[in-house]
């Protein structure tokens, strides 16, 4: 069972700045991505970010330039650096994981528990 444990949501005003992480606990799997997700309520999922085994990242246009995802592979952590928090940036902020079993090659996805981030004018 892999577990995705997520931090750093919280309040904050209009043009700073949070850090959110998420650490993946479990044995027995690789990892191939893990992304940021972003909910608000009466809306669909957003993907916000995604970053794959390789380091490669990829944004949504709604925060490309003032967001930046990395990861630790020591770790199983993932980052999200948000700066210029904009009121629009509020929502519950989940953690994906795309990765696959050792013992059988299956690939799985999981999801965090979601953090709340808000931001106020």
């Known amino acids: 069972q892999v577990q995705l444990v997520e931090s750093g949501g919280g309040l904050v005003q209009a043009g700073g700045s949070l850090r959110l992480s998420c650490a993946a606990s479990?044995?027995?799997?690789?990892?191939?991505?893990m992304a940021w997700h972003r909910q608000v309520p009466g809306k669909q999922r957003e993907l916000v970010a995604t970053i794959t085994s390789s380091d490669i990242t990829n944004y949504s246009d709604s925060v490309k330039g003032r967001f930046t995802i990395w990861r630790d592979n020591a770790k199983n952590t993932v980052y999200l650096q948000m700066n210029s928090l904009t009121p629009e940036d509020t929502a519950v902020y989940y953690c994906?994981?795309?990765?696959?079993?050792?013992?059988?090659?299956?690939?799985?996805?999981?999801w965090g528990q979601g953090t709340q981030v808000t931001v106020s004018a």
């Open positions: 994906n994981l795309e990765g696959y079993r050792h013992s059988s090659f299956v690939h799985f996805a999981s």
């Open positions: 479990g044995t027995g799997f690789s990892i191939n991505a």
